[in-house]
């Protein structure tokens, strides 16, 4: 009896959990309408230092033809997320995730170095934990008005450290001084909307001038402002550098302070999502219903809409809002239509679009 033949197993680098989308790689005609937008390709003219080199190299890596080596890895580790060549595509390529999909592909199954190892456990340390970047004020403050910093740049003092270190403070912001934004705001006037503002990590402390002036924006408009204190990292940091599991868990922490700070907003969630076996803190992947997010993101332009009806000052405003790839679902449009709606706004036009993208497509 000759025995049946065996379905040849695709040879692929990577593994079955989340991996790039071959239905988006396919997507990228190679037009090249994404190079001269993208930074790392206008500064070294390298074709896979742009995004249309980087899903040629997700294709050849899921066709099993390259592999995870350093050459390859570094490509995408100098990717800077900023997004400019999704709104300079013409195909609609959802970049966003494709790279995070690699990225996350990129620390489960490639080696990192020691020292790239600390570096990283440094940055997620840091970086994801307000209340560590509260204490970094006061040095930070005292290395800027002593004097010290000015020394120390002139000095050439900073040519002895590694580049990281040389990168982190030249882009070290000059803090100005703190403005709170307290846990509600009250509308100025009528109530017309009611208004989740994520405070992020960075921005909170070394750039609160900007969370307080979009609160009292919003409160001249007509919108309760909940700021809830005890958010913590909403995710977006470790999951645009592949750290997924850590993504998640401070994307659920994120929702349950909103939820415990303005308990209407569980009206996203369908009622059986409480009871379901699925929606759990220590769940690997909350229930596709409870994407709360998608109700706001189909509501946005209205929001411009009323902005700039309201200030004509701030009508680019809108121009800087992709009005394609909003959420079209039944899901999504069930949600937008409930009788009083509590939208999630962000400080800036393209950071509530990237949070609104970010929670959709974690949850």
Request: charged residues 20%; positive net charge.
């Given at each position: 009896m000759?025995?049946?033949?065996?379905t040849?197993v695709?040879v692929?680098?990577f593994?079955?959990?989340h991996?790039?989308?071959n239905?988006?790689?396919?997507k990228?005609v190679?037009?090249?309408?994404?190079?001269p937008?993208?930074?790392?390709?206008v500064?070294?003219?390298?074709e896979?230092d742009?995004p249309r080199g980087r899903?040629?190299?997700m294709?050849?890596?899921a066709?099993?033809?390259?592999t995870?080596?350093?050459?390859?890895v570094?490509h995408f580790d100098?990717c800077l997320?900023?997004?400019?060549c999704?709104t300079?595509?013409?195909?609609g390529v959802?970049y966003?995730?494709?790279?995070?999909?690699?990225?996350s592909?990129i620390?489960?199954?490639?080696p990192r170095s020691p020292?790239?190892?600390?570096?990283?456990?440094?940055l997620?340390a840091?970086?994801?934990?307000p209340?560590?970047l509260h204490l970094?004020?006061l040095?930070?403050?005292?290395?800027?008005?002593?004097g010290?910093?000015?020394?120390?740049?002139?000095?050439?003092l900073?040519s002895?450290?590694?580049m990281?270190?040389?990168?982190?403070?030249?882009?070290l912001?000059?803090l100005?001084?703190?403005?709170h934004v307290?846990?509600l705001?009250?509308?100025?006037?009528?109530k017309?909307?009611?208004v989740?503002l994520?405070?992020?990590c960075?921005?909170?402390?070394?750039?609160?001038?900007?969370?307080?002036?979009t609160?009292?924006?919003?409160?001249?408009?007509?919108c309760?402002?909940?700021?809830?204190?005890a958010?913590p990292c909403?995710?977006a940091?470790?999951?645009h550098a592949?750290?997924?599991e850590?993504?998640l868990a401070l994307?659920?922490k994120?929702?349950?302070a909103f939820?415990r700070?303005a308990p209407?907003?569980q009206?996203f969630?369908?009622?059986?999502?409480?009871?379901s076996?699925?929606?759990?803190?220590n769940?690997?992947r909350?229930?596709?219903?409870?994407r709360?997010?998608?109700?706001?993101?189909?509501r946005?332009?209205a929001i411009?809409s009323?902005?700039k009806?309201?200030?004509?000052?701030?009508?680019?405003?809108s121009q800087t809002f992709?009005?394609?790839n909003l959420p079209?679902s039944?899901k999504?449009r069930?949600?937008?239509?409930?009788p009083?709606?509590t939208?999630?706004s962000n400080r800036?036009p393209?950071a509530l679009?990237?949070?609104?993208?970010?929670?959709s497509?974690l949850?």
């Amino acid at each position: 009896m000759v025995d049946a033949p065996s379905t040849p197993v695709p040879v692929t680098a990577f593994d079955a959990h989340h991996p790039p989308s071959n239905e988006i790689i396919d997507k990228c005609v190679h037009c090249g309408f994404c190079l001269p937008v993208c930074p790392t390709y206008v500064l070294w003219g390298q074709e896979m230092d742009s995004p249309r080199g980087r899903i040629y190299l997700m294709k050849l890596a899921a066709e099993g033809v390259a592999t995870m080596t350093p050459q390859w890895v570094q490509h995408f580790d100098t990717c800077l997320g900023c997004m400019a060549c999704m709104t300079a595509c013409p195909s609609g390529v959802d970049y966003g995730k494709l790279i995070e999909a690699t990225r996350s592909q990129i620390e489960r199954n490639h080696p990192r170095s020691p020292f790239e190892k600390l570096y990283r456990r440094f940055l997620f340390a840091i970086f994801t934990r307000p209340d560590r970047l509260h204490l970094l004020r006061l040095p930070i403050l005292a290395y800027q008005k002593s004097g010290l910093q000015s020394l120390v740049r002139s000095s050439g003092l900073l040519s002895l450290f590694p580049m990281q270190v040389q990168t982190m403070e030249a882009l070290l912001p000059k803090l100005q001084a703190s403005e709170h934004v307290p846990g509600l705001t009250a509308a100025n006037g009528v109530k017309r909307r009611r208004v989740g503002l994520l405070l992020g990590c960075v921005q909170r402390e070394f750039f609160p001038q900007i969370n307080a002036a979009t609160a009292r924006v919003l409160a001249a408009e007509g919108c309760e402002v909940v700021a809830p204190q005890a958010q913590p990292c909403c995710g977006a940091l470790m999951v645009h550098a592949g750290e997924e599991e850590g993504a998640l868990a401070l994307a659920r922490k994120t929702i349950e302070a909103f939820e415990r700070a303005a308990p209407r907003a569980q009206k996203f969630f369908p009622p059986n999502a409480r009871t379901s076996p699925k929606f759990s803190p220590n769940s690997n992947r909350a229930p596709s219903g409870t994407r709360f997010a998608c109700a706001s993101h189909s509501r946005i332009p209205a929001i411009f809409s009323t902005l700039k009806a309201s200030a004509p000052s701030l009508a680019r405003c809108s121009q800087t809002f992709p009005a394609w790839n909003l959420p079209r679902s039944r899901k999504a449009r069930s949600a937008a239509a409930l009788p009083e709606s509590t939208i999630w706004s962000n400080r800036m036009p393209l950071a509530l679009w990237a949070n609104a993208k970010l929670a959709s497509s974690l949850l």
